[in-house]
């Protein structure tokens, strides 16, 4: 700044300079030729004067070396001379003509007496002429004649110029850096930490310091709103289930939730390159060639399954993915089901169907054989019914179609309405039953634990072995109910297990027919354990049979 400073200032005393030598050579060349002419003028009258009184005298009080007067007779011969030599002779000379005619004459040129411009002037007076001459000194004698005080004026006025600078940059730049540095911490800070503003040596500045906090305090407050509605912002987008990721129009990541980082097991950082953040080649394609109209696939993390979206936005790319993948199970349980269904109701039906014909044709004639027709058709009704009737439970288990009724409910009496519902069986197969229940009272819909008993005690005793034991445990222990039902049939294979509770799963489908089994009694247990927030879990032997352990909380009013 103090170069720029000097520079101006340099170039502005530079014309000043200029400008009044110039009008000081002007003035100076104008006073001294007055002065000429006035001398002139004075040594003419002198000289007329004397020579009308006394004579041809020259008057001897001018100095020849610095004026000449010569007197001249009117044919131009010289008379009377002030100087040593006398002068040469000047009647052809422009001003002495001039004078003949006129009575007085003018001319200035160089004389190599003065080595200088002279004032050459001549006038009549009487029978006699009079020639002065005196030195001429032009603006160019003058420029010429005060070139060297000129010089070490302008050098003067440089030094001056330079070191002024210096000291007015000082004292411009001083209140410049209180500014710079008290701006700096407001807009740092928000406030400078002042009590009040700061003054400096010029009001401008203490002006737009005023204003400047202004703005400043108005900026850091929105700043606060922005940094916080940005929090919120990223609080929201991270509590989503959906992944979120949004990008600029060089394909750089600006933000990215939580979930978003999850899906692609990556690091978000602020304006990476899209490549750096996602890694599936048909993604980055997507991204990539994006117009108007949204991207949509299926994208694939893990185990899991995810719809893609990826959109065009007016500043950027945006990719949303979204979890299917409970979605697309649930299509595909769906269609399975309905497929089992179909199977499962096919069955019946067809055997009904072919009884009923063979009634219909009169192909039976003994009546034995007509009502042995009739009871299978009975049972393959009963089958219908049943299976139909376990679809439905699921069906509000899953749906919570129906608002359920609670109760309290006595678990012993519940467990001796299935076994007597179950003498039957345990009478054909000779089944010993063993029977350990607490005298418990639990809070639920009496509907569900008669299912949820009936399904594991029917399931032990048709699936046992002849002669074999059914052991039911039921007792409190930490806050749950806990029932254990085993038996002592064949035992389940181990790589079964996890599929057992799945519908219509059978680990054979003959010993099912043979037992009237649906398929569904095991995953109508999960679901009623689910509906109770319960765990269900079982414990096999081949050859030596199977323990399912089912454990329901106890609410707190309950437990209490």
Do not use: W
Request: aromatic share 10%; net charge neutral.
């Amino acid at each position: 700044m103090s170069k720029t400073i000097f520079k101006y200032v340099a170039v502005i005393m530079t014309v000043i300079f200029v400008l009044v030598s110039a009008v000081s050579v002007v003035a100076t060349a104008t006073t001294l030729r007055t002065q000429q002419e006035r001398i002139v003028d004075y040594a003419l009258d002198i000289t007329a004067e004397n020579i009308a009184n006394t004579g041809m005298t020259i008057p001897t009080f001018f100095d020849s070396q610095v004026i000449q007067i010569a007197v001249m007779d009117r044919q131009g011969n010289i008379i009377a001379y002030n100087g040593e030599a006398s002068p040469i002779d000047q009647s052809k000379s422009g001003e002495y003509i001039e004078a003949y005619f006129y009575g007085t004459g003018k001319e200035i040129y160089y004389s190599e007496d003065f080595e200088t411009n002279v004032l050459a002037v001549t006038k009549t007076t009487g029978d006699y002429v009079v020639r002065v001459v005196v030195a001429y000194l032009g603006f160019g004698q003058i420029v010429a004649r005060n070139a060297y005080p000129l010089a070490v004026a302008y050098v003067m006025v440089i030094a001056i110029s330079y070191f002024g600078s210096i000291i007015l940059s000082r004292r411009m730049i001083k209140p410049i850096n209180e500014v710079s540095s008290y701006l700096e911490d407001i807009l740092l800070d928000g406030d400078s930490g002042h009590s009040g503003d700061i003054n400096v040596s010029y009001d401008e500045y203490n002006i737009i310091l005023g204003k400047a906090r202004r703005i400043s305090r108005r900026i850091n407050t929105t700043m606060k709103r922005l940094r916080f509605e940005q929090f919120r912002i990223n609080a929201i987008l991270d509590q989503m289930k959906e992944g979120f990721v949004l990008l600029n129009e060089k394909n750089q990541v600006i933000m990215a939730n939580k979930r978003a980082r999850i899906i692609n097991s990556a690091a978000f950082v602020y304006k990476q390159d899209a490549t750096e953040f996602f890694f599936d080649k048909k993604l980055l394609k997507a991204i990539k060639n994006v117009q108007d109209e949204t991207i949509k696939f299926d994208y694939i993390s893990i185990d899991r399954i995810y719809s893609c979206y990826i959109s065009k936005v007016e500043y950027g790319v945006t990719v949303l993915f979204i979890n299917v993948t409970e979605n697309r199970k649930a299509m595909q349980m769906r269609s399975e089901f309905f497929s089992n269904v179909s199977h499962e109701l096919k069955t019946p039906m067809t055997a009904i169907r072919g009884y009923s014909d063979i009634l219909l044709a009169d192909y039976i004639k003994d009546p034995e054989a007509i009502r042995e027709v009739y009871r299978k058709i009975n049972r393959e009704t009963v089958n219908m019914s049943n299976l139909i009737s376990d679809i439905l439970m699921i069906s509000m288990l899953e749906n919570n179609a129906i608002e359920v009724q609670y109760t309290d409910i006595k678990i012993e009496s519940i467990i001796n309405d299935v076994l007597d519902s179950q003498s039957k069986v345990i009478s054909d197969k000779n089944l010993e039953i063993v029977m350990n229940c607490e005298d418990i009272v639990y809070h639920a819909n009496i509907k569900h634990i008669h299912q949820l008993f009936n399904n594991l005690i029917s399931n032990a005793c048709k699936y046992n072995r002849d002669g074999g034991q059914v052991t039911i445990d039921v007792f409190k222990y930490q806050n749950s109910v806990n029932i254990i039902v085993g038996d002592t049939g064949n035992g389940i294979a181990a790589n079964e297990i996890p599929r057992i509770f799945e519908r219509f799963y059978r680990i054979d489908d003959g010993r099912d027919k043979g037992t009237g089994g649906t398929g569904l009694g095991l995953s109508i247990v999960k679901h009623i354990v689910a509906h109770y927030k319960g765990l269900v879990t079982v414990d096999s032997v081949i050859g030596q049979g199977s323990k399912f352990v089912v454990v329901l909380p106890i609410a707190k009013k309950e437990a209490e």
